[in-house]
């Protein structure tokens, strides 16, 4: 079992920043993928951020060059600094990893971009 909870969302005006906290708990951390999705209201959820144990990185076209995800394995924690936000990046903002057929994820922290 894993616990993901997700903290550090809130509003910001459009150029600004925020960063994005999920601490992980119940299992072993470092050797595993960890993941940030996003859903927007009437959309789908969208893959944004991996991190792999190696610390090799992917993103999504729409955050790239904006968003950057870290890992602390000492903390087991995950975040993902975003800049640059558009109103376009409002959603809810989910951590998520896997144990091999077991997805876990967190309890989601909003994030809403307006002046």
């Known amino acids: 079992q894993v616990q993901l909870v997700e903290s550090g969302g809130g509003l910001v005006q459009p150029g600004g920043s925020l960063r994005l906290t999920c601490a992980a708990s119940?299992?072993?951390?470092?050797?595993?993928?960890m993941r940030w999705y996003r859903q927007a209201p009437g959309k789908q959820r969208e893959l944004i951020a991996t991190?792999?144990?190696?610390?090799?990185?992917n993103y999504a076209d729409s955050v790239k060059g904006r968003f950057t995800i870290s890992r602390d394995n000492a903390k087991n924690t995950v975040y993902l600094q975003m800049s640059s936000l558009k109103p376009e990046d409002t959603a809810i903002y989910y951590c998520?990893?896997?144990?091999?057929?077991?997805?876990?994820w967190g309890q989601g922290t909003q994030v809403t971009v307006s002046s």
């Open positions: 991190i792999y144990s190696s610390a090799t990185t």
């Open positions: 998520n990893t896997a144990r091999g057929l077991n997805n876990y």
């Open positions: 119940g299992s072993s951390f470092s050797g595993y993928a």
